[in-house]
């Protein structure tokens, strides 16, 4: 991974080490998370609960990829693999990013299976940054990097964005933010919480303030197939000069309906993805092998059950802006991904006020913005993953428990 004025490398966490948290405190901390776990406890005693809250699809795993799972239990192939992965999945892998995303990995160096993303994440923070190295975020984010970036000993710069420019990350933004130690960029795109999908001519910038002040760029693309308008999807690694600064985290949780299989993957330059791979093998080894055959029969075959989501989702994201709308609230154009992200302060209320409120009296629990970013108060992130007449009837309940207040 060049690093033409600072020369750094991928490390391996293979030794403990002490490190001085209060130097090294986000510069905004993540959320109340006592009223968050106690939200999520009167959710769990709420009769007739309607959820907009975690993001797991709603949909079942395509039949072919459970057959995929059945055929290799079947024919014994459930032993050990390698922990960069199978190598039959490292070779869909690298044909789907050069098929969809114009990169051209090599699938033997340059891909390594985690478990899940959320592993991949974990992972690719650990083997990159030192203690001190900031790491430029969007704010409002994923919560899961706060955890592993803080973890790792690094500081999170929080690189604003706002419903004005549709909470799309801009280039301009990220350079006020930069400063001797800055490390690495963050990219989600399409977003979580915010749906937000950054337009290629802006990524395009952000690629060469990247190239220019010598950053690594962490592109999360798990949403990358739910786009909906005119947004589109451009894999930053896939542009002049990046490939070799970018890694690239995705997974099948989202885009496949394969949430509990546990498959994702990080393709990046050789070195780093070796690095990940020896902290890996010190973890779980590898990726359950059974849904690892089931994953390059999710990559290989029939798309016909992602595409059937993405006309789901599509129809609910009209749904739920039509509803939450009429009830007076405003949001970014929520162009990817299956959230809403609704500014709710027309009510008077803040965002955790409103969630008890429409939890007690609507039976509907929806998370609030602060579980985002600290400063995000006055908006609330809406899921897409009910079915149709369910969103409607939950649309219903929460205008009624705003009426009658």
């Known amino acids: 991974m060049s690093r033409p004025r600072r020369q750094k ?177 963050l990219l989600i795109t399409p977003s979580n919480p915010t749906a937000a999908v950054i337009p290629p001519d802006e990524l395009q910038r952000i690629a060469e303030l990247a190239i220019e002040r010598d950053l690594i760029v962490i592109s999360d693309e798990i949403y990358e197939y739910f786009l909906y308008e005119d947004a589109r999807h451009v894999s930053i690694g896939s542009l002049p000069g990046m490939k070799e600064r970018t890694i690239t985290l995705n997974g099948l949780s989202k885009s496949h309906a394969m949430t509990g299989w546990r498959v994702g993957y990080i393709a990046a330059p050789a070195e780093f993805v070796a690095a990940v791979s020896s902290l890996k093998a010190m973890g779980n080894i590898h990726a359950p092998t059974v849904s690892q055959w089931a994953a390059v029969a999710a990559l290989e075959g029939p798309q016909d059950a992602v595409n059937e989501m993405r006309a789901n989702y599509a129809r609910r994201r009209r749904l739920m802006m039509d509803g939450l709308k009429e009830m007076g609230f405003t949001f970014g154009s929520s162009k990817g991904a299956f959230y809403i992200w609704a500014n709710i302060s027309s009510t008077g209320m803040d965002a955790m006020q409103l969630c008890y409120h429409w939890l007690r009296e609507a039976g509907v629990m929806v998370f609030p913005g602060s579980r985002f970013g600290e400063r995000w108060k006055d908006y609330m992130r809406f899921t897409l993953l009910q079915p149709d007449d369910v969103i409607l009837q939950a649309l219903e309940r929460m205008d009624n428990a705003l009426a009658s207040r």
Do not use: W
């Not at 809250?53 to 059945?70: F, K, M, R, V, Y």
């Open 9 to 185: 490398r991928a490390k391996v966490m293979a030794e403990s080490r002490t490190v001085d948290r209060t130097s090294d405190r986000t510069t905004e901390q993540p959320r109340n998370e006592v009223d968050i776990f106690t939200l999520q406890a009167l959710a769990n005693e709420t009769p007739d609960l309607i959820s907009f809250g975690l993001g797991d699809p709603d949909s079942t795993t395509a039949p072919h990829i459970i057959e995929a799972a059945q055929r290799a239990i079947d024919e014994g192939r459930i032993g050990p693999a390698p922990s960069r992965g199978l190598p039959e999945l490292r070779q869909a892998i690298a044909n789907k990013l050069q098929r969809e995303n114009n990169l051209i990995v090599d699938p033997d160096s340059e891909v390594v299976v985690t478990t899940g993303s959320q592993e991949g994440l974990f992972l690719l923070v650990q083997s990159l940054i030192d203690p001190g190295d900031e790491v430029l975020v969007p704010d409002p984010r994923y919560p899961a990097y706060d955890k592993a970036i803080t973890l790792a000993g690094g500081k999170i710069v929080l690189v604003p964005t706002s419903e004005e420019n549709d909470f799309a990350l801009r280039a301009a933004d990220i350079e006020a933010k930069l400063t001797e130690r800055s490390k690495a960029l």
